[in-house]
């Protein structure tokens, strides 16, 4: 069973706009609220990259340098989901999205017990 499912990933053109969903089910959708959330992305021939996370309550964000001022990561634990809005999008966020679960606020993929199996986003220039 997989935890978590992501969604909104398309093609835009530079300058565009998306916003990501990962919703989470099963053990993962129940306790929602125990886990801070994160988003990664990982290119062809890349390796996997933080985006942004997002503490338990949701007063707390981190983000990559990278993404600082154009994306905005959310969450609502009525519906057990994360939201990634990504504004001002550049032809290198090109990439596939995952979100992931952690009982800790990190920016390190291995910290992340919980993984969904990701969306596409092209940005075309």
């Known amino acids: 069973q997989v935890p978590l499912v992501e969604s909104g990933g398309g093609l835009v053109q530079a300058g565009g706009s998306l916003r990501l969903s990962c919703a989470a089910s099963?053990?993962?959708?129940?306790?929602?609220?125990?886990?801070?959330m994160g988003w990664f992305r990982q290119a062809p021939g890349k390796e996997r990259d933080f985006v942004a996370a997002?503490?338990?309550?949701?007063?707390?964000?981190i983000y990559a340098d990278s993404v600082k001022g154009r994306f905005t990561i959310s969450r609502d634990s009525v519906k057990s989901t994360v939201y990634l809005q990504m504004n001002s999008l550049k032809p290198e966020d090109t990439a596939v999205y995952y979100c992931a679960a952690d009982f800790s606020l990190s920016s390190r993929a291995g910290d992340y017990d919980y993984w969904g199996q990701g969306t596409q986003v092209t940005v075309s220039s």
């Open positions: 099963g053990r993962t959708g129940r306790t929602f609220s125990a886990f801070s």
């Open positions: 997002i503490s338990r309550s949701g007063s707390s964000t």
